[in-house]
């Protein structure tokens, strides 16, 4: 088998799905699995230079990721990719008790036994943003802050009560977090920026994307941090 550039844990089946779209369409040949494959599935993919695992997460409790996410994330691990990804939803409508981001990254940092973890949210090809620490999405044409948006503010299971996505994962972790925001992401101490947060302790670096030249400076930035056998 080749390399891996990313292997990827999707938290419901159509983000999986939609990760998979997006590396294939930018030349990387992709497979996903619905379940852990056995050797001799895997080895059938050798060409692929990425794996994901479809998963249910974004619905389930912190006590079910305890069980199911603890040892997805470890067979990951084993298939050392350059950079390990937990895929959510970009609207990351999530709570402590449902689909909580913040549980996900507390098992995900004792997998990979990495202190300092990089969040990006911001997708501007679907008309998500992340600037300052803050997420809007786009609906009918118009824009809107997440927790005035028409529909994710109202989300029947997990509303978007904040768009201070810092604050919201409070709620679901005790993990410090940072953030390296657009001015800083746009300038030339962006690398110190965040290098300064990692050494400082900081547990979640989230990194503001607005558009697709922030969306790439962000990429190079975790490109550059990572560590063998996925961060």
């Not at 891996?4 to 997006?22: F, H, N, Q, R």
């Not at 044409?141 to 978007?160: A, G, K, L, N």
């Amino acid at each position: 088998m080749q390399s891996l550039l990313l292997s990827y844990y999707g938290d419901d089946l159509t983000g999986s799905t939609d990760v998979m779209e997006a590396l294939e369409l930018g030349g990387v040949p992709t497979v996903l699995f619905m379940r852990q494959p056995d050797e001799a599935m895997l080895s059938q993919f050798g060409h692929c230079r990425a794996i994901g695992l479809a998963g249910t997460s974004r619905s389930e409790t912190p006590q079910w990721m305890d069980m199911h996410l603890k040892r997805a994330f470890a067979w990951l691990k084993t298939l050392n990719a350059e950079i390990c990804h937990y895929k959510v939803c970009s609207t990351f409508d999530s709570s402590p008790t449902i689909g909580s981001i913040g549980r996900a990254i507390e098992i995900g940092r004792s997998v990979f036994s990495q202190e300092s973890v990089p969040l990006v949210v911001g997708a501007p090809q679907l008309k998500r943003y992340t600037a300052f620490g803050h997420l809007f999405a786009a609906y009918r044409e118009q824009y809107f802050r997440i927790d005035r948006h028409p529909v994710m503010s109202r989300h029947p299971t997990t509303p978007m009560d904040e768009s201070d996505l810092l604050i919201h994962l409070s709620r679901q972790t005790d993990l410090t977090s940072g953030l390296v925001d657009l001015a800083t992401l746009q300038s030339a101490s962006r690398s110190k920026a965040f290098d300064r947060l990692t050494e400082d302790g900081t547990n979640i670096v989230l990194l503001d994307v607005d558009s697709l030249e922030s969306q790439a400076l962000a990429g190079k930035e975790i490109w550059r941090v990572r560590r063998p056998g996925g961060t």
